[in-house]
């Protein structure tokens, strides 16, 4: 996270740095501060994302070393240092043998 911006009516956007992988809006999140998952707060809960922007412009995936604009669906409390995961849940049907 590089900086937070505070956007009457759209709420808090999270100014990130993508690291590794990629980042898709498909994708669940959480949203981790001094080591400690404080989003979402319930075990086996998912959160996501609710818009994705490169600069100004939607975005559908942002990959590693780029910058782009994150707004998390019904979380607003995102701080300076925090990191976000963004993970998939792929199922795999299981084969007989």
């Given at each position: 996270?590089r900086?937070?911006?505070?956007?009457?009516?759209?709420?808090?956007?999270?100014?990130?740095?993508?690291?590794?992988?990629?980042?898709?809006?498909?994708?669940?999140?959480?949203?981790?501060?001094?080591?400690?998952?404080?989003?979402?707060?319930?075990?086996?809960?998912?959160?996501?994302?609710?818009?994705?922007?490169?600069f100004?412009?939607?975005?559908?995936?942002?990959?590693?070393?780029l910058?782009?604009?994150?707004?998390?669906?019904?979380?607003?409390?995102?701080?300076?240092?925090?990191?976000?995961?963004?993970?998939?849940?792929?199922?795999?049907?299981?084969?007989?043998?």
């Amino acid at each position: 996270m590089r900086e937070v911006y505070k956007i009457s009516k759209l709420g808090t956007i999270a100014g990130c740095y993508v690291m590794e992988g990629k980042i898709t809006r498909g994708n669940h999140i959480r949203v981790i501060r001094d080591g400690i998952v404080v989003f979402p707060t319930r075990e086996g809960a998912h959160g996501e994302i609710d818009s994705l922007k490169r600069f100004k412009d939607d975005a559908k995936e942002v990959k590693a070393g780029l910058e782009c604009g994150i707004s998390i669906k019904n979380f607003n409390d995102i701080q300076m240092g925090d990191t976000i995961e963004a993970y998939e849940i792929i199922e795999i049907k299981q084969k007989l043998k």
